[in-house]
T-cell receptor, first 112, second 112 residues
Framework: SQKIEQNSEALNIQEGKTATLTCNYT??????LQWYRQDPGRGPVFLLL?????KEKRKERLKVTFDTTLKQSLFHITASQPADSATYLC???????????FGSGTQLTVLP | KAGVTQTPRYLIKTRGQQVTLSCSPI?????VSWYQQTPGQGLQFLFE???????NKGNFPGRFSGRQFSNSRSEMNVSTLELGDSALYLC???????????FGPGTRLTVL
């Protein structure tokens, strides 16, 4: 069955450092992968989408990589800030991505 | 442009009752998806509607149902509530031709 694993439930890093979050998937051949951010008690917010033919995508301090051979996506936040503290969810998708399947999420805490 | 709105934001029901949740998508978005989020199971897809038709359905019992109106607003209904139905119910809208989903703030349902 399809499985999505995100590294460690919680990740604590120091302000200013780079946070790296991992999303591994099995029994999947996604055409693209999305990353969302979720704050407590709120709905997820779309951050980035990377397609299978793209190795890397950037948006301001965010960078996503997608390795279809390793079946893995890495999500980086550079120069992290306490405001980046949230849960980050990955969602590998195929087809039209109308039915998203999310990983369990990684709770990131950036310490001042 | 207004975001996705969900009503009510909080709801308390007792076992055996039924509940109806409402979602208004972003103007121009015709696809509405519903998700259930619990600490144990994470974010799970319930169903997706487009032009008043259910296009996709997740692995949930028939007690969970939904519908979409001609103005793209959607409702989901849960009948014969069980304790395990306590969750954050999120709806997301999507613009045709785009992959990212825009989530509402959710409805927190507590079943006593």
């Amino acid at each position: 069955s399809q499985k999505i694993e995100q590294n460690s439930e919680a990740l604590n890093i120091q302000e200013g450092k780079t946070a790296t979050l991992t999303c591994n998937y099995t029994n999947y051949s996604p055409a693209y992968l999305q990353w969302y951010r979720q704050d407590p008690g709120r709905g997820p917010v779309f951050l980035l989408l990377i397609r299978e033919n793209e190795k890397e995508k950037r948006k301001e301090r965010l960078k996503v990589t997608f390795d279809t051979t390793l079946k893995q996506s890495l999500f980086h936040i550079t120069a992290s800030q306490p405001a980046d503290s949230a849960t980050y969810l990955c969602a590998p998708s195929s087809g039209s991505a109308r039915q998203l399947t999310f990983g369990s999420g990684t709770q990131l805490t950036v310490l001042p | 442009k207004a975001g996705v709105t969900q009503t009510p934001r909080y709801l308390i029901k007792t076992r055996g009752q039924q509940v109806t949740l409402s979602c208004s998508p972003i103007s121009g978005h015709r696809s509405v998806s519903w998700y259930q989020q619990t600490p144990g199971q994470g974010l799970q897809f319930l169903f997706e509607y487009f032009s008043e038709t259910q296009r996709n359905k997740g692995n949930f019992p028939g007690r969970f149902s939904g519908r979409q109106f001609s103005n793209s607003r959607s409702e989901m209904n849960v009948s014969t509530l069980e304790l395990g139905d306590s969750a954050l119910y999120l709806c997301a809208s999507q613009k045709q031709g785009y992959n990212e989903q825009f989530f509402g703030p959710g409805t927190r349902l507590t079943v006593l």
